[in-house]
């Protein structure tokens, strides 16, 4: 088979495919790039990565490749270039949308191959459910008899792979927190395409100890931008703790361990109300097709409002869902799911005319995503003073500059705080690498002095920890488990010292849905007077 690549998109989508044949030693794919689209940057970085065997497409279109079927996940390759039948996948979910046509003006229905190959028969287009082979017909004519009723294997494996929830969630680093994922399509009536600050204003307003925010962008902007690019806008956002999912793989993964989702007419849509998730939009889309699901789901769920507080449109977004809400909706995008890959397997076996294996496919789930997550090195901490011997600590990451107006609040910084006005502004300096106790006190002196405008410098040691208040003394921290706790208890400590507070106690501190028992013993330094 001659596997037709054109975008990105179209690149992930095969490679999925793929794996369709597994064990036959009777197919053999060769892979190639039709590279005539704006988002066609990285394809052949994609394939080569794969490891798949590439030829070029100026062999192809010079008739020096041999091959018994194309297979592609794009209407729009060259299809004068090819000399056998083309089976085209859907790089989406059904034809909802138009895009600009990119042989003349005006636009077209995505996803519909041209009229003339239709005609000819030269191509059969993949459906996931029946309603869609009646939209096209009505459109095209010549649609009629040129299209397959197959299901839709990413749904399939969605739902298989619900099984993997809390590993996902692990994963990610998400733990008990809410999980609120963005997914944007591409084109101006995206979801970051209408806002691009959302996700830097989300990481703003809500506690970082209870929410979690991830992005997944559609291929086609990481394709036409580049990573570099996209990494440098959403910088800020990125050091506050956003989760950015590549473009190849963990969006999958992201809706299912999602405990709701924000999203625009794009596919991932679909796939987060098939999945039974409160879902929030950016609004209505002029390149949505009348009538068609996304747009039922664009009246059906509600709009994010710009001036409303987020995070109280996310709860109540999540109150007010009931399970099943968006079924008559998908009802209409999904058939067959179940067998949508055997049925695609021998779509494709038919064509070749040889007899499929024997045994029915079954979904694979999707693996769990190697997940690089960076730190948060700093957070504005709300200031409180220790209740009925709890502290609850609300924190907000320093680099999306939240808004705590109105309310007292210290920075908290690790000494990796890469931004130099942030560390000027830190009331606590922490260190969570573990030290023995001499170099625990060389430490924190050394951190005080080196930060004048810091008030506790804190580090992790053996017992727990040890921290260092400027004219007051030095704290032993004795604590089960300091791993990734030291901001947390910087903050006590600094809570205690602004209250006065400075007694031996032990004190129970909450940051979420965790806590940890910690006790304080307060000692002088040589030279130093009694607080």
Same mark, same amino acid.
């Given at each position: 088979?001659?596997?037709?690549?054109?975008?990105?998109?179209?690149?992930?989508?095969?490679?999925?495919?793929?794996?369709?044949?597994?064990?036959?030693?009777?197919?053999?794919?060769?892979?190639?790039?039709?590279?005539?689209?704006?988002?066609?940057?990285?394809?052949?970085?994609?394939?080569?990565?794969?490891?798949?065997?590439?030829?070029?497409?100026?062999?192809?279109?010079?008739?020096?490749?041999?091959?018994?079927?194309?297979?592609?996940?794009?209407?729009?390759?060259?299809?004068?270039?090819?000399?056998?039948?083309?089976?085209?996948?859907?790089?989406?979910?059904?034809?909802?949308?138009?895009?600009?046509?990119?042989?003349?003006?005006?636009?077209?229905?995505?996803?519909?191959?041209?009229?003339?190959?239709?005609?000819?028969?030269?191509?059969?287009?993949?459906?996931?459910?029946?309603?869609?082979?009646?939209?096209?017909?009505?459109?095209?004519?010549?649609? &009629?008899?040129?299209?397959?009723?197959?299901?839709?294997?990413?749904?399939?494996?969605?739902?298989?792979?619900?099984?993997?929830?809390?590993?996902?969630?692990?994963?990610?680093?998400?733990?008990?927190?809410?999980?609120?994922?963005?997914?944007?399509?591409?084109?101006?009536?995206?979801?970051?395409?209408?806002?691009?600050?959302?996700?830097?204003?989300?990481?703003?307003?809500?506690?970082?100890?209870?929410?979690?925010?991830?992005?997944?962008?559609?291929?086609?902007?990481?394709?036409?931008?580049?990573?570099?690019?996209?990494?440098?806008?959403?910088?800020?956002?990125?050091?506050?703790?956003?989760?950015?999912?590549?473009?190849?793989?963990?969006?999958?993964?992201?809706?299912?361990?999602?405990?709701?989702?924000?999203?625009?007419?794009?596919?991932?849509?679909?796939?987060?109300?098939?999945?039974?998730?409160?879902?929030?939009?950016?609004?209505?889309?002029?390149?949505?097709?009348?009538? &068609?699901?996304?747009?039922?789901?664009?009246?059906?769920?509600?709009?994010?409002?710009?001036?409303?507080?987020?995070?109280?449109?996310?709860?109540?977004?999540?109150?007010?869902?009931?399970?099943?809400?968006?079924?008559?909706?998908?009802?209409?995008?999904?058939?067959?799911?179940?067998?949508?890959?055997?049925?695609?397997?021998?779509?494709?076996?038919?064509?070749?005319?040889?007899?499929?294996?024997?045994?029915?496919?079954?979904?694979?789930?999707?693996?769990?995503?190697?997940?690089?997550?960076?730190?948060?090195?700093?957070?504005?901490?709300?200031?409180?003073?220790?209740?009925?011997?709890?502290?609850?600590?609300?924190?907000?990451?320093?680099?999306?500059?939240?808004?705590?107006?109105?309310?007292?609040?210290?920075?908290?910084?690790?000494?990796?705080?890469?931004?130099?006005?942030?560390?000027?502004?830190?009331?606590?300096?922490?260190?969570?690498?573990?030290?023995?106790?001499?170099?625990?006190?060389?430490?924190?002196?050394?951190?005080?002095?080196?930060?004048?405008?810091?008030?506790?410098?804190?580090?992790?040691?053996?017992?727990?920890?040890?921290?260092?208040?400027?004219?007051?003394?030095?704290?032993?921290?004795?604590?089960?488990?300091?791993?990734?706790?030291?901001?947390?208890?910087?903050?006590?400590?600094?809570?205690?010292?602004?209250?006065?507070?400075?007694?031996?106690?032990?004190?129970?501190?909450?940051?979420?849905?965790?806590?940890?028992?910690?006790?304080?013993?307060?000692?002088?330094?040589?030279?130093?007077?009694?607080?």
């Amino acid at each position: 088979m001659l596997v037709v690549a054109r975008t990105l998109t179209s690149a992930y989508r095969l490679l999925e495919a793929w794996t369709l044949f597994r064990d036959d030693f009777r197919i053999r794919m060769l892979f190639t790039i039709n590279g005539t689209s704006a988002f066609s940057d990285g394809v052949e970085d994609v394939l080569r990565q794969a490891g798949v065997r590439l030829v070029s497409w100026q062999a192809v279109r010079d008739k020096q490749v041999a091959y018994d079927l194309v297979l592609s996940a794009s209407e729009n390759i060259d299809f004068q270039a090819i000399t056998k039948h083309a089976v085209v996948l859907p790089h989406g979910l059904g034809f909802n949308k138009y895009v600009p046509d990119s042989n003349g003006g005006g636009t077209r229905l995505a996803g519909l191959p041209p009229e003339a190959v239709l005609r000819a028969g030269d191509a059969t287009v993949v459906l996931s459910h029946p309603e869609q082979r009646r939209q096209l017909a009505a459109v095209s004519p010549a649609s &009629t008899g040129q299209t397959e009723i197959v299901g839709d294997p990413t749904m399939a494996q969605l739902l298989a792979s619900r099984g993997l929830r809390d590993r996902y969630r692990e994963a990610f680093g998400t733990r008990a927190r809410t999980f609120v994922v963005l997914a944007s399509t591409w084109r101006p009536d995206s979801l970051l395409g209408r806002w691009r600050s959302l996700p830097s204003l989300l990481l703003a307003e809500l506690p970082a100890d209870l929410y979690q925010v991830c992005v997944a962008i559609h291929p086609n902007v990481w394709s036409f931008y580049g990573r570099a690019q996209i990494s440098q806008w959403f910088a800020s956002a990125l050091d506050a703790g956003l989760l950015l999912l590549p473009p190849d793989s963990g969006w999958q993964a992201a809706l299912i361990a999602a405990d709701q989702v924000i999203t625009d007419h794009g596919s991932l849509g679909l796939f987060a109300a098939a999945l039974d998730k409160p879902i929030l939009h950016a609004g209505p889309s002029s390149e949505i097709v009348d009538g &068609t699901p996304p747009d039922e789901l664009l009246r059906e769920a509600t709009e994010i409002g710009r001036y409303a507080p987020l995070r109280e449109q996310l709860n109540q977004c999540r109150s007010v869902h009931r399970p099943g809400r968006f079924d008559h909706i998908t009802a209409r995008v999904f058939a067959h799911t179940s067998e949508a890959d055997s049925n695609l397997r021998n779509l494709i076996y038919r064509r070749l005319t040889l007899t499929p294996p024997s045994d029915e496919l079954s979904p694979r789930r999707f693996s769990v995503p190697d997940i690089d997550l960076r730190a948060v090195t700093s957070y504005v901490v709300d200031t409180v003073e220790v209740e009925d011997g709890a502290l609850h600590l609300t924190r907000y990451p320093a680099a999306v500059q939240p808004d705590r107006s109105g309310r007292e609040t210290h920075v908290v910084a690790d000494e990796t705080e890469p931004d130099v006005r942030t560390l000027e502004r830190a009331a606590v300096i922490v260190r969570e690498r573990t030290l023995d106790l001499p170099e625990a006190h060389r430490w924190a002196d050394s951190a005080l002095t080196a930060n004048p405008g810091a008030r506790v410098a804190i580090t992790a040691t053996a017992r727990g920890g040890l921290a260092a208040v400027r004219g007051s003394g030095v704290v032993q921290i004795d604590m089960a488990d300091s791993r990734h706790w030291m901001s947390a208890v910087g903050s006590t400590v600094y809570c205690c010292w602004l209250s006065d507070d400075l007694r031996e106690r032990r004190v129970l501190v909450h940051t979420g849905s965790r806590s940890t028992s910690v006790s304080l013993t307060w000692s002088l330094q040589p030279g130093e007077a009694v607080p």
